[in-house]
């Protein structure tokens, strides 16, 4: 849904820097060990702020609090419901101070519901081809979508000699992943035919026979917001297993009407073979009516906010353009003259100054 900061890949610095075993210290700390974390303690910020938080509050919060704007790439869309999401990044980027500010006056969201179309639709996605089937949904139980969930099989079908890469998975992670010195280690380079081994790993690479991952899956809703449920893979060389009665989610038509017609495509790149399609079901869950709180989110917020905001009012902005007032929250233009520090864009009580070191603390004013 969406992503916390790991480290920069455009640069080869700015890391994590946290504690490690032993009391020892590193600031090369990266990867989703390095960001899972950060997104926990973000959401244990928004249940301390409000404890009364459900699941499904936490991921309305995610939706529509994460910062969309300081990051690169993405290809970004804006779905029917007017919110920016990216295969890549989902919703966006966390953000915790946005996620407490709305926390603190959140309403609950209504239950959710699941509706679902059965399917005995079948057909075939022929060489350099598509196989394209439509649903026409009327769902009056739901109105605002949370998520989908679109159940297929896929394989592939050879009019040739089938080529097992199974077997070689392993091997090639090395080759792809790493070079070729790496690969010349393998445990599984007994398992390649004898000869020259970075031209028959090339040839394999390049073989015209069909791979699972020359498949690509992508979903149209009512609105016309695509998301791609399964990205083509350029190094995924299975062809002897497919997707047997596969659940592929989505989250990119949140705040959705689904009523409508919703067009699903399979496309398959490779110039031979084919791909049988079958669609089981196609699931819908959500809410009978637009949530309270997301109903309550003015098109304009006010001009002490940066962007976004929960309601009108500089106290309900997610972030401010100057200094928020750590007592009130309101966002301010500077901090108040007597009695008040400026440390890190909040403006704190001098009562809170521990020592000269400016080790702030500011109290949770709920």
């Known amino acids: 849904m969406a992503v916390t900061y790991s480290y920069n890949s455009y640069q080869s610095y700015n890391q994590i820097t946290t504690l490690t075993l032993n009391g020892g210290c590193t600031d090369g700390f990266t990867g989703t060990s390095a960001s899972a974390p950060l997104v926990s303690a973000a959401i244990a910020l928004a249940l301390d702020a409000n404890s009364d938080l459900t699941w499904r509050d936490v991921q309305y919060l995610v939706v529509y609090t994460s910062d969309t704007t300081k990051l690169k790439g993405g290809e970004w869309t804006t779905n029917g419901a007017g919110l920016r999401v990216s295969s890549q990044f989902g919703f966006g980027a966390i953000d915790a101070e946005a996620m407490v500010t709305r926390a603190r006056n959140w309403i609950n969201v209504p239950v959710q519901l699941q509706s679902r179309i059965l399917s005995s639709e079948t057909g075939y996605a022929y060489a350099l081809s598509q196989y394209q089937f439509t649903f026409e949904v ?13 159940t297929l099989t896929l394989y592939l079908e050879d009019y040739g000699t089938k080529y097992d890469y199974y077997d070689y998975v392993d091997a090639f992670y090395d080759y792809y992943i790493d070079d070729y010195n790496d690969f010349e280690d393998s445990e599984y380079l007994d398992e390649i035919p004898k000869g020259n081994r970075k031209r028959d790993i090339n040839d394999w690479l390049e073989d015209p026979h069909p791979k699972r991952g020359d498949i690509q899956v992508e979903l149209v809703s009512p609105n016309g917001t695509k998301s791609i449920l399964l990205p083509y893979r350029n190094y995924d060389f299975v062809n002897v297993e497919g997707y047997d009665s596969w659940p592929f989610m989505s989250v990119h038509y949140w705040g959705e009407n689904p009523q409508g017609t919703w067009t699903i495509t399979v496309h398959y790149q490779s110039s ?7 669609v089981h079901m196609f699931e819908f869950y959500g809410t009978t009516i637009i949530p309270e709180v997301v109903g309550h989110i003015p098109d304009q917020c006010n001009d002490a906010c940066v962007s976004k905001c929960a309601t009108t009012g500089p106290e309900y902005c997610d972030a401010c353009k100057d200094v928020r007032n750590a007592t009130t929250l309101e966002c301010v233009e500077m901090c108040p003259e007597f009695n008040f520090t400026e440390y890190n864009g909040y403006c704190v009580d001098d009562l809170h100054i521990v020592n000269e070191s400016s080790d702030i603390r500011a109290t949770d004013n709920k």
């Open 138 to 150: 009327q769902s009056p139980n739901i109105v605002y979508l949370e998520h989908i969930v679109l």
């Open 272 to 278: 031979a073979g084919s791909v049988f399609v079958r």
